[in-house]
C-alpha cells in the first residue's frame, strides 16, 4: 500500500497576535449553527403549505435513507425465519408425515426445482439484452438470493432431510455445495461491490474514497504522536502481506487488528478531547458529541484502509468463485433432471 501523510501537532501559541483556542471557536461555531437551525425550522414550519415540492423532496431523501434500514430489518427477519424452518425440520423430521412421491411433499419438490431452475434468469438478464429492460439488476439480484434460499429450502422438506436413494442423494448434495458456494459468493460480493448502487468498485475508487476519508480525519483530528504512530503501525503491518496466499490466510487477522488499532485511537482521541486545553472551553455534552463524531470519522477510515488492502485479494476469490460456481449449477441441473426422471420411469 502506497504510504499516507497526516497532520503533525501544530504549535498553536507561536507569534505574537493572540490566536482564539480551538475549543472556544468550536463552541461559538456551534452555537451560531443551532441558533440558525432553529432559525431555519421556524421559517419551514411557516411556509409549509407553499413549499409542497420541497417538502416532497425532503421526504424522498429521508424515504432514500431509510431504505438500507429497511432492507438490512429485511433479511434479518427472512434470514431468521429460513433458520427457524431448517431447525424444526431437522428435530421433527422422524415424525414428519411429509411423503417425497405424493402430496404435499410431491408438490414441494416441484415448485422447489421450479425455483432453482429461475435462478438462471440471473445470469441469462446479463447477457440477453432484451431482458435489460425489466427491471434493475439489484432487484434481480436480491430475487435470486431469495429463490436460492427458498427454493432449496422445500426440496429439504421434500426429501424429509434424509438422503434416499442414490440419485435423490447425489442431486441433494450437489444443491447443498452450490447453496453453500452461492453464500460464501455473497459475502465476496459485498466486498467488492458498492453496498448502494451494486456496481463493481475498482481499485481507484477504493483508493480515492480512502484519500476522502484521509481528508475528513486531517481536516478534524489534530492527531498526537502516539496516535500518528498507531497508524502508521497498522500501515506497516498492511504492507507487509504483500502475496495473494499471505494476505488470503491473513484476512481474518487483518480484521482483528484493523478493530484493535482503531479502538486504541479511539481512546487516545477520547483521552485528547476530555483533558487537553484545545477542548476546554467546552460543555460535558459538546465533548461527548465530539468524541462521538471523531469515533465514528475513526472507525470509517480503519474500514476504507482494510478495504483498500483487502480489494485485489477479493477481486481475485471473486473471479475464481465465478469459474466455479456456474459448473457447479450444471451439474445441479443434470442431477436434479435424472432424478425426476428416474422417480417417475419407476
Excluded: C
Excluded at 488499532?261 to 460543555?283: D, F, H, K
Aim: proline share 4%.
Amino acid at each position: 500500500m502506497e504510504p499516507i501523510t497526516y497532520n503533525k501537532p501544530q504549535n498553536r501559541r507561536s507569534g505574537s497576535t493572540p490566536v482564539p483556542e480551538p475549543g472556544a471557536k468550536l463552541a461559538v461555531q456551534r452555537r451560531q449553527q443551532a441558533t440558525a437551525d432553529a432559525g431555519r425550522k421556524r421559517t419551514d414550519h411557516r411556509s409549509a403549505s407553499a413549499s409542497g415540492p420541497v417538502g416532497k423532496t425532503r421526504a424522498h431523501s429521508s424515504a432514500a435513507r431509510a431504505e438500507p434500514v429497511l432492507l438490512k430489518l429485511a433479511t434479518l427477519v427472512f434470514a431468521l425465519l429460513a433458520v427457524l424452518l431448517l431447525v424444526r425440520g431437522w428435530l421433527n423430521r422422524e415424525d414428519s408425515i411429509i411423503v417425497a412421491k405424493e402430496g404435499v411433499g410431491y408438490y414441494l419438490g416441484i415448485i422447489g426445482a421450479s425455483m432453482i431452475l429461475l435462478l438462471m434468469f440471473y445470469p441469462a438478464r446479463k447477457y440477453f439484452k432484451f431482458l435489460r429492460h425489466f427491471g434493475r439488476m439489484r432487484y434481480w439480484f436480491r430475487l435470486h438470493m431469495v429463490l436460492g434460499i427458498v427454493g432449496p429450502l422445500l426440496i429439504l422438506f421434500h426429501a424429509n432431510f434424509s438422503l434416499g436413494s442414490l440419485n435423490s442423494a447425489v442431486a441433494l448434495v450437489s444443491m447443498l455445495v452450490v447453496v453453500v458456494s452461492g453464500i460464501i459468493g455473497r459475502f465476496i460480493y459485498r466486498q467488492v461491490h458498492s453496498r448502494r448502487h451494486d456496481h463493481h468498485y475498482t481499485y481507484a475508487q477504493i483508493r480515492q474514497d480512502l484519500e476522502a476519508q484521509k481528508q475528513v480525519l486531517n481536516r478534524r483530528i489534530t492527531l498526537s504522536a502516539p496516535a500518528l504512530a498507531i497508524i502508521e503501525r497498522f500501515e506497516a503491518y498492511l504492507r507487509r502481506r504483500s502475496g495473494f496466499w499471505s494476505h488470503l490466510l491473513a484476512l481474518p487477522v487483518i480484521n482483528l487488528k484493523s478493530h484493535e488499532y482503531a479502538n486504541s485511537l479511539v481512546r487516545l482521541v477520547r483521552t485528547q478531547v476530555y483533558t487537553s486545553p484545545e477542548y476546554r472551553a467546552l460543555s460535558r455534552r459538546e465533548k461527548k458529541y465530539l468524541y462521538v463524531k471523531f469515533k465514528g470519522m475513526i472507525e470509517r477510515y480503519f474500514f476504507s484502509l482494510r478495504r483498500a488492502a483487502n480489494f485485489a485479494v477479493y477481486e481475485k476469490l471473486f473471479s475464481l468463485w465465478h469459474v466455479l460456481h456456474f459448473p457447479l449449477f450444471i451439474v445441479l441441473f443434470f442431477t436434479a433432471v435424472l432424478h425426476v426422471i428416474v422417480v417417475h420411469m419407476y
